[in-house]
């Protein structure tokens, strides 16, 4: 089992940059596909991006591809979303998740850190 606590969350203008982070207590972190999401108000919650286990594979939704960047650092059990470019539709609670098995089931969440764009 893995606990993840979110942070990096902020209010910030259209066009600005913010990094969110998302600290892992398991010291099998390496071993996790992990996965960011958001929630806007009134609306589901949608995937971002997501990075396998190894490092080597990642996705992205459309709306965020070129503009958002997943990575990790196994040596801090961290994983990271850097997002550029931000956009007043980005504004979203925004969950880091965790995978054993896939790039797509997560059984393990976050409590979710706000990000708030003003135009």
């Known amino acids: 089992q893995v606990q993840l606590v979110e942070s990096g969350g902020g209010l910030v203008q259209a066009g600005d940059s913010l990094r969110l982070s998302c600290a892992a207590s398991?010291?099998?972190?390496?071993?996790?596909?992990m996965g960011w999401f958001r929630q806007a108000p009134g609306k589901e919650r949608e995937f971002v991006a997501a990075?396998?286990?190894?490092?080597?594979?990642?996705r992205y939704a459309d709306s965020v591809k070129g503009r958002f960047t997943i990575s990790r650092d196994i040596d801090k059990d961290t994983l990271y979303l850097q997002m550029n470019s931000l956009k007043p539709e980005d504004t979203a609670v925004y969950y880091c998740?965790?995978?054993?098995?896939?790039?797509?089931?997560?059984?393990?969440w976050g409590q979710g850190t706000q990000v708030t764009v003003s135009s």
């Open positions: 990075i396998s286990w190894s490092g080597t594979s990642t």
């Open positions: 998740a965790a995978s054993p098995t896939n790039l797509y089931d997560y059984a393990y």
């Open positions: 398991a010291r099998t972190f390496s071993r996790y596909n």
